[in-house]
């Protein structure tokens, strides 16, 4: 089980009626079940993956975090058009770091990590219109 | 009680003033000031853009204007004769109540200096129209006379803190605006042309009482 699959199972509901999903290959399972609890801190919301994993993948990974968007906008991955993306996957990140800037009508709302951890997906493109909820990285715990 | 930093400045470069807007948000960022309130104007015609529009090319493509990005979001603006200030606070500072509510607040300050002149300024907006150029749209929480937008607001929040841009343009040069944005510019008038007796240095002043009390 990868990170792109779990995406893809993520997406796989968006859009259906389906509240909970289990998948199951020879290695590993996972279970997503949608509508969870949902924590909210100082505008961006985290949440816990709703996952449970057989009991070798578990030992293996990390506790993972999912940031997702506190508001309807467009993503960017950068500063500006001319910037570096704030971060990349596989990049280490401390906590209140700027993982992104999601713009809403004219506001520049800078995204902030509220762990430090290492970013292990990606969930949108720059220039993306996101909304709310929208999951945007996820990120395992350091 | 929030203690104010007020600014007051003349006409500046272009480049300056993004600076200095930018300069006040950090010291309230890293704590070295509660909030900030600066007012200033334009040492020559220029167009800022919102931080992530890509370019800005004028209508008139021969114009050669300082085009600069704005730290905050928004549309193109063109500045000559404006009221233009910063608002750097907390955002749970001054301002409670989210971006909306900061937004409001701050319009609704406005709105009251202007209402003492004697004008009849109303918070109004529309969130559905969306135009490249700031003063062809508008949003929930547009300062407007007689129903036209008469202040643009563009914002930045970051680690906890906002930053407001916002221009009341005065006097707008009507045949550079065209070059710039194209005959169907929004906006061909400014607060002094439309009312001429009205004195900005006596807005400011009512700005800055406003602030600080």
Redesign the interface.
Request: cysteine-free; hydrophobic content about 35%; proline content about 0%.
């Given at each position: 089980m990868n990170v792109k699959t779990v995406k893809e199972l993520i997406e796989l509901l968006k859009g259906t009626d389906v509240t909970e999903l289990e998948w199951a290959s020879e290695s590993d399972r996972i279970r997503i079940v949608r509508g969870a609890v949902a924590a909210q801190d100082?505008?961006a919301s985290h949440q816990r993956e709703s996952a449970e994993k057989s009991p070798s993948i578990a030992a293996k990974e990390k506790p993972t975090v999912t940031i997702t968007s506190p508001l309807v906008g467009?993503f960017?991955r950068s500063?500006?058009?001319e910037s570096p993306p704030f971060v990349q996957v596989g990049d280490r990140v401390k906590k209140?770091q700027?993982l992104c800037?999601i713009?809403?009508?004219?506001?520049?709302?800078?995204i902030?990590s509220h762990i430090d951890g290492i970013v292990t997906a990606i969930l949108k493109q720059d220039g993306e219109r996101v909304g709310y909820g929208d999951q945007l990285f996820i990120i395992e715990e350091a | 009680m929030t203690r104010w930093h007020l600014v007051r400045e003349d006409r500046c470069p272009s480049l300056t003033n993004m600076e200095q807007d930018l300069s006040l948000f950090r010291s309230v960022l890293d704590g070295s000031r509660e909030a900030t309130f600066r007012v200033y104007n334009w040492d020559r015609p220029a167009v800022t853009i919102g931080h992530h529009q890509a370019r800005f090319t004028p209508r008139d493509e021969g114009l050669s204007l300082p085009v600069v990005k704005r730290p905050t979001g928004g549309g193109a603006v063109l500045h000559g004769d404006d009221l233009t200030f910063s608002i750097c606070a907390p955002e749970n500072g001054p301002f409670p109540g989210g971006i909306t509510g900061a937004c409001t607040e701050i319009s609704r300050i406005f709105a009251r200096c202007l209402r003492d002149m004697g004008l009849d300024a109303r918070i109004q907006g529309d969130s559905k129209s969306f135009s490249e150029i700031c003063f062809q749209r508008s949003s929930p929480v547009e300062l407007c006379l007689d129903g036209r937008k008469i202040m643009g607001l563009a914002m930045l929040r970051r680690s906890g803190c906002i930053l407001v841009q916002g221009v009341i343009p005065l006097r707008v040069d009507a045949s550079l605006a065209s070059r710039v944005f194209g005959k169907e510019h929004g906006s061909t008038e400014g607060l002094c042309d439309r009312l001429p007796w009205l004195d900005p240095a006596e807005l400011i002043d009512r700005l800055m009482a406003a602030f600080s009390a």
């Open positions: 100082r505008g467009t960017y500063a500006s058009s209140d700027v800037v713009e809403a009508m004219k506001l520049m709302n800078e902030e | -």
